[in-house]
């Protein structure tokens, strides 16, 4: 318990005031997060992460969460999935080059780790361009759903939510981490309501979907440790596992909330 509460305040003293500045510093930290992700899914796939394979993940999701403005050297706004599918087409053309031994089913698994990983990461970017209230409040959602999912669980969770996946999950305490999310995380938007573009109504709804929607990313992580056999996704995190186990459900949150338009 030590351990983890020593490394909540290092990462938290590392992260406020960088997610205060935003910008190129903040921009910068988010993109090392998600090539440090991408490592944690090549090793869960007990691939080497100093590799040819590896490196030109690394590069891959790089291509998808870095700010187009990192970009301008490319000949239009789109080439960055261009440069995407390069980097696709060089993990499959690497199958051959291995004679299989880093195979389709390595680089499936890569290319989506990274896209999955990349557009979460680069989502958290364009909230934070967008507003350090827009990406605290996916924050706070992300936060408050986690804990108070954790301490209704603990008091009267019985039924288990998904027992084959994750199973200390219940579903007293799912529903409570959500009800408190949408009562605390609705106080927030009334009094930052300049900052939303919705009334407040409809951002009490989409509230409810987002922490239903982290709550997803949560279980997603869970699966991908269970398929793995792993019991976090990193080490780089003492206490607390590694990136995709901390950012698990934000990475589902910021694409539901750039498809909601509000990012």
């Known amino acids: 318990m030590k351990q983890r509460v020593t490394t909540a305040i290092i ?5 406020i005031p960088l997610l205060i500045i935003g910008g190129t510093p903040f921009n910068i930290l988010v993109v090392a997060m998600g090539i440090v992700a991408m490592t944690e899914f090549v090793s869960m796939k007990k691939l080497f992460v100093v590799s040819p394979a590896a490196f030109i993940s690394y590069f891959a999701i790089a291509s998808l969460l870095v700010p187009r403005t990192w970009l301008k050297f490319l000949p239009k706004d789109e080439s960055y999935m261009d440069l995407f599918f390069v980097f696709l087409l ?3 053309a690497f199958s051959v ?7 389709f089913d390595d680089a499936g698994a890569l290319v989506l780790g990274a896209v999955y990983a990349g557009f979460g990461f680069h989502f958290m970017i364009q909230a934070r361009t967008e507003s350090l209230w827009m990406l605290l409040y996916a924050l706070l959602i992300v936060w408050i759903t986690d804990s108070g999912a954790y301490l209704i669980g603990r008091k009267i969770g019985k039924h288990k939510l998904a027992p084959k996946i994750s199973p200390n999950k219940t579903w007293e ?3 409570g981490g959500t009800l408190a999310a949408v009562i605390i995380v609705g106080a ?3 009094f930052m309501k300049p900052y939303f573009k919705y009334n407040f109504a409809l951002m009490l709804v989409l509230t409810l979907v987002f922490s239903i929607g982290g ?3 949560d279980l997603i992580e869970s699966a991908f440790k ?3 056999g792993v019991k976090d996704s990193g080490k780089i995190l003492p206490g607390h596992g590694g990136i995709l186990d901390r950012f698990d459900s934000l990475l589902f949150v910021l694409p539901l909330m750039h ?3 509000l990012i």
Do not use: D, E, P, W
């Not at 990462?11 to 992260?15: K, R």
């Not at 080059?97 to 195979?103: L, V």
């Open 259 to 261: 498809f909601a338009g």
């Open 173 to 175: 305490g799912s529903i």
């Open 215 to 217: 709550q997803f990313g």
């Open 97 to 103: 080059i291995s004679k299989n031994m880093f195979n």
């Open 226 to 228: 269970r398929h793995y």
């Open 11 to 15: 990462a938290l003293i590392i992260f």
């Open 90 to 92: 060089c993990l499959l």
């Open 188 to 190: 927030y938007v009334f």
